[in-house]
């Protein structure tokens, strides 16, 4: 039963924080950490998750990824690339160095503070719609993404962010985040469950299931939430929030009121 609360504990952490510029594997490291959630395949379910979030992506512009839009695949093809040739090559360098609590702590800061800059100087973009993307526009949000492989940056914040700073709107920069989640995740789940297939277990089926399902209910309110708020807000009370919780967990680190196993 510990099992199946904490994959629903953990399916709402990352249903939530997926897709907003707050970093979803820092809160699952840390959530996890505060419940104590100590299964030997953590770490692959922490992947895996993703997967319901990544669906319903699928199913909220089910439109756009069922028809036959050349434009959108190629986009989506080019921006995933240096991401994943940058995580191949460096991807076990990152978590043994930079998967520890003050890493993450000053990477939810300092990607608070670009979020502000970014925000602030964001004025007149070129790129109203992911419609009018071309590869090159998609290449540079690609480029961006690759920050994400910092823990604490936010695969979201970066790819938003990124978009933003290279001319697209609020909402396309949004939406192009979401689009690229799909290669992304499906991507990384694959090759974190084939890595880790040993871990793999019949009798965790149920905890597997609970936690996207639930991923896949909150990610799905919060896709919807998010394209009505960008309409008509900026990105700032993420850049704060980001912020405080930087400080929170480099204080709880610094006199040991939390210990962060997971980092």
């Known amino acids: 039963m510990k099992n199946l609360l904490d994959a629903l504990i953990l399916g709402i952490v990352e249903g939530v924080t997926e897709f ?3 970093s979803s594997t820092g809160h699952l490291i840390l959530a996890g950490d505060l419940i104590d959630f100590s299964h030997p395949g953590r770490d692959v379910f922490y992947v895996a998750i ?4 990544m669906l319903a992506v699928v199913w909220e512009y089910r439109a756009r990824f069922f028809s036959v839009d050349l434009r959108l695949w190629r986009n989506l093809a080019v921006a995933f690339v240096p991401a994943a040739v940058i995580g191949l090559l460096a991807g076990s360098l990152i978590k043994a160095y930079l998967f520890r609590p003050v890493p993450v702590a000053l990477a939810f800061i300092i990607g608070g503070l670009i979020i502000l800059w970014v925000d602030r100087e964001h004025e007149a973009p070129r790129i109203q719609s992911t419609a009018q993307m071309t590869w090159l526009d998609a290449l540079k949000v690609g480029f961006a993404q690759c920050f994400a492989l910092i823990p604490g940056t936010s695969r979201s914040g970066a790819t938003i962010i990124g978009g933003m700073l290279f001319g697209l ?5 949004t939406e192009f985040s979401f689009f690229l989640a799909v290669p992304t995740l499906i991507a990384a789940g694959a090759y974190d469950a084939w890595k880790n297939r040993n871990l793999l277990a019949l009798a965790d089926t149920w905890m597997w299931l609970v ?3 639930v991923s896949f209910i909150s990610a799905f309110v919060v896709i919807r939430w998010l394209i009505r708020y960008v309409a008509t807000h900026d990105f700032r009370w993420f850049a704060w929030y980001r912020i405080a919780f930087g400080i929170v967990v480099l204080l709880t680190a610094w006199f040991g009121w939390v210990s962060w196993t997971g980092l």
Do not use: D, E, N, V
């Open 20 to 22: 907003l510029p707050i």
């Open 50 to 53: 993703q997967t319901g979030a």
């Open 169 to 173: 709107s609020r909402r396309a920069a």
């Open 211 to 213: 936690g996207l399902a």
